[in-house]
């Protein structure tokens, strides 16, 4: 999947609250969350299958997210670390 095509994923699963936060009402309602990937799979004109590649960027995402943690906790060397993932910015807008 091309760089700009992950972003459009991530901005519009950002928008579908029911996928990830689990405070909604619907969270745990799997036809809902079903129903929100097919959605998501129109808006992309792509197949859900191939749409789940967004556990792949949210797994990425956290461990990204963890190693910025890790270095400034750490204090190891003078440079904090610094991703070179595309992706990681978007989740954090």
């Given at each position: 999947?091309?760089?700009?095509?992950?972003?459009?994923?991530?901005?519009?699963?950002?928008?579908?609250?029911?996928?990830?936060?689990?405070?909604?009402?619907?969270?745990?309602?799997?036809?809902?969350?079903?129903?929100?990937?097919?959605?998501?799979?129109?808006?992309?004109?792509?197949?859900v299958q191939?749409?789940?590649?967004?556990?792949?960027?949210?797994?990425?995402?956290?461990?990204?997210?963890f190693?910025?943690?890790?270095?400034?906790?750490?204090?190891?060397g003078?440079?904090?670390?610094?991703?070179?993932?595309?992706?990681?910015?978007?989740f954090?807008?």
């Amino acid at each position: 999947m091309k760089n700009e095509k992950c972003v459009a994923l991530i901005q519009i699963y950002k928008s579908k609250e029911v996928m990830w936060n689990s405070k909604v009402v619907n969270y745990h309602n799997k036809s809902k969350r079903e129903d929100a990937w097919k959605d998501i799979g129109d808006q992309m004109k792509m197949p859900v299958q191939d749409l789940k590649k967004m556990t792949t960027l949210l797994a990425s995402y956290r461990r990204e997210k963890f190693r910025i943690k890790m270095s400034h906790i750490t204090g190891s060397g003078t440079i904090p670390y610094s991703t070179n993932a595309f992706f990681v910015s978007y989740f954090l807008r």
